[in-house]
């Protein structure tokens, strides 16, 4: 990957997105922080999307996510 990918990549919103993401979900998994049950099962549909959504885009072409 040349050092244009990289700069690129960095500065994805999906990329840091994701990273946010990740970083709530370990919190809210490994710390365990009690939140209410409606809160815990949107979270847990929606972080790994956005996870997800941050490893599959691909911010160098324009035709794809």
């Known amino acids: 990957m040349s ?5 690129t990549r960095l ?3 999906a ?3 994701a990273v946010a993401a ?3 979900f370990m919190v809210k ?3 365990g922080i009690d939140i ?3 809160v815990n099962t949107a979270m847990n549909l929606l972080l ?3 996870i997800a959504f941050g490893i599959v885009n691909d911010p160098t072409n324009k035709n794809s996510i």
């Open 3 to 7: 050092k244009f990918q990289f700069q």
């Open 11 to 13: 500065k994805s919103w």
């Open 15 to 17: 990329l840091w997105l």
């Open 22 to 24: 990740l970083i709530v």
């Open 29 to 31: 998994e490994f710390i």
């Open 36 to 38: 209410g049950d409606t």
């Open 48 to 50: 790994p999307i956005l």
